[in-house]
């Protein structure tokens, strides 16, 4: 069974840094496409960025260009998400997760990790 447990959310000050983790597990990956989401307080949930899980294709936001970047780590079996020149309306739940492949449904999801941006 698929496992996605996220980490690293927080409270930052604009114009931060935070790196968001999701911990893999059940699976071979390799075929996979793992995505981070986020919901702000009374929004729907929308995509930030999405990678194949061997590297190559990643595509994001227009609100995620330029200052977040994904990544994974095959050895760690572990996304990441890194998240700079944070903005108050960044703050949101973010969540992870994974799709059998492109062009796929996203059928896989972590709890989620909490950001806080201050202004």
């Known amino acids: 069974q698929v496992q996605l447990v996220e980490s690293g959310g927080g409270l930052v000050q604009a114009g931060g840094s935070l790196r968001l983790s999701c911990a893999a597990s059940?699976?071979?990956?390799?075929?996979?496409?793992m995505g981070w989401f986020r919901r702000a307080p009374g929004k729907e949930r929308e995509f930030v960025a999405g990678i194949g899980w061997s590297g190559g294709n990643s595509y994001y936001a227009e609100s995620a260009t330029g200052r977040f970047t994904i990544s994974t780590d095959n050895a760690k079996n572990t996304v990441y998400l890194q998240l700079n020149s944070l903005k108050p309306e960044d703050t949101a739940v973010y969540y992870c997760?994974?799709?059998?492949?492109?062009?796929?449904?996203?059928?896989?999801w972590g709890q989620g990790t909490q950001v806080t941006v201050s202004s």
């Open positions: 059940g699976r071979t990956f390799n075929n996979y496409v």
């Open positions: 997760a994974a799709s059998e492949g492109w062009g796929q449904a996203y059928d896989y």
